[in-house]
């Protein structure tokens, strides 16, 4: 009995962990912290706080997708994971030379503050997907999912390991939720040109996130990928 205890524990920790681990560096929510306060710059706090929510729920329902069922849907699609890295990447990459060239702009050039409502609209394009839950984090859940085992001979054994999972998934939608819903906070030390100076690196380091990715899968089609 002891011993069955502790298989569950292991097998449900084991999942939570590789998943969580494996998901957070590339979804980096206190990285995207400073691009998510440049997208709601001007909103009072109860729709940045929705907003925060929305959007953690939404990269919940993403990467639980991807996880499940996404190799499936590529399949059924007749798409490979080389052409969603490629166009995906393309995505990240505008969107980060976008921010980028925003950035640069003097206070005078500087467009007005949008209204809550065009912010809302964002919520899933562009902020959730790609800046939140973008190729990269697709394409670790596809891989995760696509190698788990499709048969095993303990149901229990399966299920704890979806449930873990699942877990992680969670876990890192709760911690989007709070970098974004506090990223005012976190941010405030900084001043306003430390916010500027990290909203620039942040953009940066997006553009060139999205030329790797596109690297990656440029690389795996080369390799056979498609």
Same mark, same amino acid.
Not at 8 to 23: M, N, P
Not at 25 to 50: E, Q, Y
Not at 164 to 178: D, E, K, M, P, W
């Given at each position: 009995?002891?011993?069955?205890?502790?298989?569950v524990?292991?097998s449900?920790?084991?999942?939570?962990?590789?998943?969580?681990?494996?998901? &957070?560096?590339?979804?980096? #929510?206190?990285?995207?912290a400073?691009?998510?306060? $440049?997208?709601?710059?001007?909103?009072?706090?109860?729709?940045?706080?929705?907003?925060?929510?929305?959007?953690?729920y939404?990269? +919940?329902?993403?990467? *639980?997708a991807?996880l499940?069922?996404?190799?499936?849907?590529?399949? +059924? +699609?007749?798409?490979?994971? #080389?052409? @969603?890295?490629?166009?995906?990447?393309?995505?990240?990459?505008?969107?980060?030379w !976008?921010l980028?060239?925003?950035?640069?702009?003097?206070?005078?050039? !500087?467009?007005?503050?949008?209204?809550?409502?065009? @912010?809302?609209? $964002?919520a &899933?394009? #562009?902020?959730?997907?790609?800046? *939140?839950v973008?190729?990269? $984090?697709?394409?670790?859940?596809?891989?995760i999912?696509?190698?788990?085992?499709k048969?095993?001979?303990d #149901?229990a054994?399966?299920?704890?390991?979806a449930?873990?999972?699942?877990?992680?998934v969670a876990?890192?939608?709760?911690s989007?939720y709070?970098?974004? !819903?506090?990223?005012? !906070?976190i941010?405030?030390?900084?001043?306003q $040109?430390?916010?500027?100076a990290?909203?620039?690196l942040?953009?940066?380091?997006l553009?060139?996130?999205?030329?790797?990715?596109?690297?990656?899968?440029?690389?795996?089609?080369?390799?056979?990928?498609?």
């Amino acid at each position: 009995m002891h011993e069955s205890v502790l298989q569950v524990i292991q097998s449900f920790s084991h999942a939570f962990l590789f998943v969580a681990l494996a998901l &957070f560096p590339i979804v980096n #929510p206190l990285g995207m912290a400073p691009i998510f306060l $440049s997208f709601t710059n001007g909103v009072d706090d109860a729709t940045r706080s929705r907003l925060a929510r929305i959007i953690a729920y939404n990269s +919940f329902l993403l990467a *639980t997708a991807s996880l499940l069922v996404g190799s499936y849907m590529l399949r +059924f +699609f007749g798409l490979s994971l #080389p052409a @969603v890295q490629i166009g995906g990447g393309l995505v990240v990459a505008v969107t980060g030379w !976008r921010l980028l060239s925003r950035g640069a702009e003097t206070e005078e050039r !500087r467009a007005p503050a949008p209204s809550a409502e065009a @912010v809302m609209a $964002s919520a &899933f394009y #562009p902020l959730t997907m790609p800046l *939140t839950v973008g190729p990269g $984090s697709i394409a670790v859940m596809l891989t995760i999912g696509s190698s788990a085992p499709k048969a095993l001979s303990d #149901p229990a054994t399966a299920l704890l390991g979806a449930a873990g999972g699942l877990a992680g998934v969670a876990a890192v939608a709760l911690s989007i939720y709070a970098s974004y !819903r506090y990223a005012d !906070r976190i941010l405030r030390r900084l001043g306003q $040109s430390g916010i500027n100076a990290l909203l620039r690196l942040s953009a940066f380091i997006l553009l060139c996130l999205g030329v790797q990715i596109i690297l990656n899968g440029y690389g795996a089609f080369v390799a056979g990928g498609l």
